[in-house]
């Protein structure tokens, strides 16, 4: 009973200090209730498109998502006709021809996106030496996921505190390590309109572009959760199946 009584109180204490301990990076950042999160959370399928578009009309000059396929946007509510028309709209690098050489072609639904730059050299040629990564994977490559990528897009504009310092072409920005960062601040009122007409702000952009973000590292999350309730469902009961074939079986043994 003592032995229990001190391996509870030293895991108690464990958690304690590692709750405490690890929540120092992301604790202050601004926390936003995200649909996605949860064990039966899902993508809020608007927030999906407005998301996509955001990333389309702004982060796609800079940010590639190579990982994320033309077709794999049927997931985002748009049709097979829909698709074809958004891939349609960009150039994909093909071949070799029969001469050897490679040629751009209209995209089709199974290619990939292609990166907004040739290489990384030219990436960082056009962006003061900085490269601006990938998005595909980048709310799972980064300390606080989505959470993350909402405070460092909403995150410009505040004060510089005193002593600390902004180097020539970079933007203070208190969520990103070091505090200065190479992306011009890329979310302005008025610079993406919905089809609906509306003009979101700043916050409504980040919160959509994050949502699609969270999607492209992770499309199969939906359907990776369903799973999960199906089997625990099934679990719970075969384990009452065998509970009711161990009574059966033990019934016959005379106590
Ligand atoms: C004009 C080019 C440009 C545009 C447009 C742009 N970015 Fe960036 N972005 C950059 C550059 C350059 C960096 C690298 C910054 C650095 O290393 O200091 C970067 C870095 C990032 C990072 C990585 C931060 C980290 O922790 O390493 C994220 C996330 C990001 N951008 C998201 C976005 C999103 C979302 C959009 C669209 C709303 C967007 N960017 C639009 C140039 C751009």
Redesign the pocket.
């Known amino acids: 009973m003592k032995k229990l009584l001190t391996t509870a109180i030293v895991l108690a204490i464990f958690y304690v200090s590692h709750a405490i301990a690890g929540g120092d990076d992301t604790e202050t950042l601004v926390r936003q209730d995200w649909a996605f999160e949860g064990m039966t959370g899902t993508f809020d399928r608007e927030d999906l498109q407005h998301g996509f578009q955001?990333?389309k009309e702004?982060?796609a000059?800079?940010?590639g998502i190579k990982r994320i396929r033309f077709r794999e946007l049927s997931s985002l509510g748009y049709n097979e006709d829909e698709i074809k028309a958004i891939a349609a709209g960009y150039e994909v690098k093909v071949g070799p021809d029969d001469m050897g050489e490679m040629y751009d072609r209209a995209a089709r639904p199974s290619d990939a996106f292609p990166p907004p730059y040739a290489n990384d050299k030219a990436a960082r040629a056009a962006?003061?030496g900085?490269?601006?990564?990938d998005?595909s994977l980048?709310s799972k490559a980064?300390v606080g996921g989505a959470d993350?990528?909402y405070s460092?897009?909403t995150g410009y504009g505040g004060e510089v505190p005193a002593g600390q310092e902004v180097s020539e072409g970079?933007y203070y920005n208190p969520w990103?390590?070091g505090h200065q960062?190479?992306?011009?601040p890329?979310?302005q009122e008025g610079i993406v309109t919905y089809s609906d007409g509306s003009s979101p702000s700043i916050a409504e952009?980040a919160k959509a572009?994050t949502t699609f973000?969270a999607w492209a590292a992770e499309p199969e999350m939906e359907t990776r959760k369903q799973s999960g309730i199906e089997a625990l469902i099934y679990l719970a009961v075969f384990s009452l199946l065998m509970y009711l074939v161990m009574r059966q079986v033990w019934s016959r043994v005379e106590k």
């Open positions: 955001v990333y702004v982060c000059a800079c940010h962006n003061n900085a490269l601006p990564p998005l980048i980064r993350y990528l460092l897009l970079l990103f390590p960062i190479a992306m011009v890329p979310l952009m572009v973000l």
